[in-house]
């Protein structure tokens, strides 16, 4: 066990419709990044907050936004859904903002359809 | 492009083998990480590499970091079933961006 949190594990949605993924980092970690990982393309880094600020921004599609809240936990929203879409994603958590060594949660499954 | 390139993307073997999975940048990096993911799992951190020329070892694994610091390679003896995932090398170059390699998937048959 990691020590991240991700909910949810599942999601099944429609295109075109909006989705909320939750994280929960380790307990002392301030950074927390969100990944998308397809067959295809990998592990891709979309965007990173430390301590309630974003730091980092990666490919991250406009149609997708995060934040981090003053508790430490982030969200994760996308809209506007398209099949495209479906993936890993997942949340990792780090003490600080250098590239540190990251901490996986399980993923959230995301199949549109 | 990646600015991590992994290789093999793909390793197939016999228990008892052993095997090298190479992660090369054009890139300087101030430390390099491997994990290991399983299907439908988070990656698990295995090791960071700091200092060029660094070599750890973790059990029948042995992680080196290549003088140049841009460069990593990851050695498994007498692999066994167990060692089976999805190797990933991840590094940051830049401030805040974590980026990984695309991955060498490792399997190991009894």
């Known amino acids: 066990d990691s020590g991240v949190t991700q909910t949810p594990k599942h999601l099944i949605t429609a295109t075109g419709q909006r989705v909320t993924l939750r994280c929960s980092p380790r307990?002392?970690?301030?950074?927390v990044y969100w990944y998308q990982q397809s067959l295809d393309q990998g592990l891709q880094f979309l965007i990173q907050?430390?301590?309630?600020?974003?730091?980092a921004k990666g490919n991250i599609l406009e149609r997708f936004s995060a934040q981090q809240f003053p508790d430490l936990h982030s969200e994760l929203n996308l809209s506007s859904l398209e099949l495209g879409d479906s993936a890993l994603y997942f949340c990792a958590s780090s003490v600080g903002t250098m590239g540190t060594e990251a901490f996986f949660g399980q993923g959230t499954r995301l199949t549109v359809v | 492009t990646q600015l991590l390139e992994q290789s093999p993307q793909f390793l197939s073997i016999q228990e008892g083998e052993n095997l090298t999975v190479y992660c090369n940048s054009s890139s300087v990096f101030s430390s390099l990480q491997w994990y290991r993911q399983e299907p439908g799992e988070g990656p698990v951190l295995l090791v960071t590499?700091?200092?060029?020329?660094e070599v750890k070892k973790l059990k029948r694994l042995t992680f080196q970091f290549g003088d140049a610091r841009k460069d990593s390679s990851l050695h498994i003896t007498a692999a066994q079933p167990g060692d089976t995932g999805l190797y990933l090398c991840?590094?940051?170059?830049?401030?805040?961006?974590?980026?990984f390699g695309a991955g060498t998937q490792v399997v190991v048959t009894p």
């Open positions: 590499v700091v200092t060029g020329g």
């Open positions: 991840a590094g940051a170059p830049s401030w805040g961006k974590l980026q």
């Open positions: 907050y430390y301590n309630g600020e974003e730091r």
């Open positions: 307990s002392g970690d301030l950074s």
